[in-house]
């Protein structure tokens, strides 16, 4: 048996399922396509800060993926960084200027922030606008994002030279509504949210990943949807955990046809990952 067998068994061109941030495989559900509106909208009316929240593995790195894909390069100059825990203010500025292809960083954090300022402003009049997509933002300790009020108050006269985009876990939002952060807080002026999905959106969702993988419509059966649903709390990331795991159950029970028992059964043997 090769690691692929099941691919075939189930007459599929690829893992339907794959947690990837493959945006080929991007569903449009009507609250992902609205965060795309909404973003959209926020990048061009220039707000300083944007902020994308919701629980893990709703969608919000594909999201902005997406979102940094179809931007416009001859208006905008994005750059993308992930937070990660302990990320120092003279890290986080380091990686910015990375990005936008600086070689000599200089070595303090004061000095990365007026090159930041410089190249923003340089941007500026070739009439680009620097956009720092900052992902898992939840991992950034105050001082860090007290830079961001920093990079937020970069403007002339008529508008902000940076937009940052904060993607973070709904914790961070929590963080911020203590007072220590009200300052930046209210210079957030935008905020866009991801929930999971309903029932009808799980469906959809699960549909558009076995279409775009060659499945046959009928692999699973119309209460697995239901199931699907009910298991995985309509959080993407784990419905793709969920399918996957029901594949894998399926062909050791010898069937191709995905059940709601096939899901309940491969919902058991998870229990292993729950916390
Ligand atoms: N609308 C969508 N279309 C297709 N796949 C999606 C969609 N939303 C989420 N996914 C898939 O779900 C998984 C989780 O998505 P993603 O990593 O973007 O979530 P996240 O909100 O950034 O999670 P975290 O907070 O843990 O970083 C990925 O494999 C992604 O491909
Ligand atoms: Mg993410």
Redesign the pocket.
Known sequence: MTANTWIERFGLRQNPF?????TS?????RQ?EEALIRLRIGLEDGHAIILLT????????????VVLRAMDRSRYAPVFVFAYPGMTRGTMLGAILKELGVVDIPPFAAQRLTMLQEKAMTLHAGGWRLVIFL??A?FLKADVLHVLRTLSNFETEQEKLVTVLL???DSLLRRLKAPPYASLLSRITFAVT?EALSRAETEQ?IK??LLKSGAQPNLLTPDAYAAAHDHSGG???A??RLLYNSFIEAMGQDTTVITSEVLTRAEQRMAVLRG
């Open positions: 794959k947690d990837t941030l493959d495989l991007f569903f449009r559900t992902h919701g629980p893990s593995g709703t969608g919000k790195t594909i999201a902005t993926q992902d898992e939840h993607v973070a876990e991801l969702y558009y990943r959080v993407p990331r419905v793709n």
